[in-house]
């Protein structure tokens, strides 16, 4: 199929997004004003504008909506905080549902903060990032459970974000990655897609996309040994994405192998959020195409465009038809 034939499709799918669904804060700083505090003589990093935007699983989301899905919706847990009130309203302002996130206390909102020079426009001082490292309270849990059940039968695509690189705190439990393997065989006919970042393994019967370092690392864990067809048997879904950045994607097939070639760009501006946009276009590709490769080619076609942009950006279908216009 085409991509003009591919995006004609869009608009009659609906798409989830469950898991760590983030807040990002661009914060520009002013380094003459970096004055010491008269408390503490410790420096103040003067910020002096802020930019907020979807991240981790909300960068999914905003790349599904920009896609033209017809209806796309997020679950996580946020808390009962600032950060979780503006995601809700940058996910909304892109045409995500935010009706099915659980807002919960005794957490907060993971949010990542990053800190931008307003002389260089460069990132140069550590992120603040807001975490959670304790386990989801069982009540909580339970919540996330229940929503997903009950709204999964409404979406034509899943897509899983296990964005948390902590042990604990994450909304990706391994209940609710085992829920997602019972709604795999329940549902057959469903597009389901994870991203990990730690946990590859932990998965059962999806498609997982990790990148070359996470699915190294998962592998290592399993068999101290970089084993790509091992790591798709133990997760035993019927295929791997393996991301190479700006090299392109191995796909992992029990059959074998196949390597999609990455599109050409020169001087990417933000490779941030690259294999999110990857994952939106693959997952909506697949449930059309039904082709693991169709759609990673799909799915490198969105993230060469959104690396052309500053921070997590989105490809729109008037962009892919022109990048593609066969």
Same mark, same amino acid.
């Given at each position: 199929?085409?991509?003009?034939?591919?995006? +004609?499709?869009?608009?009659?799918?609906?798409?989830?997004?469950?898991?760590?669904?983030?807040?990002?804060? =661009?914060?520009?700083?002013?380094?003459?004003?970096?004055?010491?505090? +008269?408390?503490?003589?410790?420096?103040?990093?003067?910020?002096?504008?802020?930019?907020?935007?979807?991240?981790?699983? !909300?960068?999914?989301?905003?790349?599904?909506?920009?896609?033209?899905?017809?209806?796309?919706?997020?679950?996580?847990?946020?808390?009962?905080?600032?950060?979780?009130?503006?995601?809700?309203?940058?996910?909304?302002?892109?045409?995500? $549902?935010?009706?099915?996130?659980?807002?919960?206390?005794?957490?907060?909102?993971?949010?990542?903060?990053?800190?931008?020079?307003?002389?260089?426009?460069?990132?140069?001082?550590?992120?603040?990032?807001?975490?959670?490292?304790?386990?989801?309270?069982?009540?909580?849990?339970?919540?996330?459970?229940?929503?997903? =059940?009950?709204?999964?039968?409404?979406?034509?695509?899943?897509?899983?974000?296990?964005?948390?690189?902590?042990?604990?705190?994450?909304?990706?439990? $391994?209940?609710?990655?085992?829920?997602?393997?019972?709604?795999?065989?329940?549902?057959? !006919?469903?597009?389901?897609?994870?991203?990990?970042?730690?946990?590859?393994?932990?998965?059962?019967?999806?498609?997982?996309?990790?990148?070359?370092?996470?699915?190294?690392?998962?592998?290592?864990?399993?068999?101290?040994?970089?084993?790509?067809?091992?790591?798709?048997?133990?997760?035993?879904?019927?295929?791997?994405?393996?991301?190479?950045?700006? +090299?392109?994607?191995?796909?992992?097939?029990?059959?074998?192998?196949? =390597?999609?070639?990455?599109?050409?760009?020169?001087?990417?501006?933000?490779?941030?959020?690259?294999?999110?946009?990857?994952?939106? !276009?693959?997952?909506?590709?697949?449930?059309?195409?039904?082709?693991?490769?169709?759609?990673?080619?799909?799915?490198?076609?969105?993230?060469?465009?959104?690396?052309?942009?500053? !921070?997590?950006?989105?490809?729109?279908?008037?962009?892919?038809?022109?990048?593609?216009?066969?």
């Amino acid at each position: 199929m085409t991509t003009a034939e591919i995006l +004609r499709a869009f608009p009659g799918l609906k798409a989830l997004v469950v898991g760590d669904i983030c807040l990002d804060r =661009w914060c520009r700083y002013e380094p003459s004003a970096a004055e010491p505090s +008269r408390e503490t003589g410790i420096p103040r990093t003067a910020v002096v504008a802020t930019a907020v935007t979807p991240g981790a699983g !909300g960068t999914v989301a905003s790349n599904l909506a920009a896609l033209g899905a017809g209806r796309v919706a997020v679950l996580g847990v946020v808390g009962h905080d600032g950060h979780a009130s503006d995601l809700e309203q940058e996910l909304r302002a892109r045409g995500v $549902q935010t009706d099915l996130l659980v807002w919960a206390g005794g957490v907060q909102t993971f949010t990542y903060t990053k800190l931008i020079n307003e002389r260089t426009g460069v990132e140069d001082l550590p992120r603040v990032d807001f975490i959670n490292t304790r386990p989801l309270t069982e009540k909580v849990e339970r919540q996330v459970l229940d929503r997903l =059940w009950e709204a999964a039968s409404a979406f034509d695509v899943i897509v899983v974000a296990d964005q948390a690189e902590t042990h604990s705190g994450g909304v990706v439990t $391994q209940a609710v990655r085992q829920q997602v393997a019972d709604l795999a065989r329940r549902f057959p !006919g469903k597009t389901f897609l994870a991203d990990s970042r730690t946990r590859v393994e932990h998965f059962r019967g999806v498609p997982v996309k990790p990148n070359q370092d996470e699915a190294e690392a998962a592998s290592r864990r399993l068999v101290g040994r970089v084993d790509h067809r091992l790591l798709l048997e133990r997760v035993s879904g019927p295929f791997l994405y393996v991301t190479h950045g700006p +090299r392109g994607v191995l796909v992992v097939q029990p059959a074998g192998e196949t =390597w999609v070639p990455a599109r050409p760009v020169d001087n990417p501006v933000d490779v941030c959020g690259a294999g999110d946009s990857f994952s939106a !276009g693959a997952a909506l590709a697949l449930a059309v195409t039904r082709s693991p490769v169709a759609a990673a080619r799909f799915g490198n076609l969105v993230a060469s465009i959104t690396i052309t942009k500053p !921070g997590t950006g989105t490809a729109s279908p008037d962009e892919l038809r022109a990048a593609d216009p066969a």
